[in-house]
Nanobody
Framework: VQLVESGGGLVQTGGSLRLSCAASGRTFSYYMGWFRQAPGKEREFVAGISRSGGPTKVADSVKGRFTISNDNAKDTMYLQMSSLRPEDTAVYYC?????????????????WGQGTQVTVSS
């Protein structure tokens, strides 16, 4: 399984970005997640979704601003980010675990993308 993120960049406070995670390999039954890591901080869970359907999970820190979605036909997962704040600045990682149930700890994920930088200017 390979994961490739795209869509990061520089945006002003209050702006929006959409991150994409293209997956290759047999990931239909996998659970997918977005994590982020800011400088000097631990990697944290942002949002998760099962590729086979079911409810999504979103961290409290981004609830109401970020939306996770999945397009199985394109083998791509998305993270729509709105009302961005400087504290959202981080490297955002796509991750996958080879089971359908959810997890919010990075050690529960088997596969990782290379990350994409998101910078929110004040």
């Amino acid at each position: 399984v390979q994961l490739v993120e795209s869509g990061g960049g520089l945006v002003q406070t209050g702006g929006s970005l959409r991150l994409s995670c293209a997956a290759s390999g047999r990931t239909f039954s996998y659970y997918m997640g977005w994590f982020r890591q800011a400088p000097g901080k631990e990697r944290e869970f942002v949002a998760g979704i099962s590729r086979s359907g079911g409810p999504t999970k979103v961290a409290d820190s981004v609830k109401g601003r970020f939306t996770i979605s999945n397009d199985n036909a394109k083998d791509t997962m998305y993270l729509q980010m709105s009302s961005l704040r400087p504290e959202d600045t981080a490297v955002y990682y796509c991750a996958a675990r080879s089971t359908w149930w959810s997890a919010e700890t990075e050690h529960d994920y088997n596969y990782w993308g290379q990350g994409t930088q998101v910078t929110v200017s004040s």
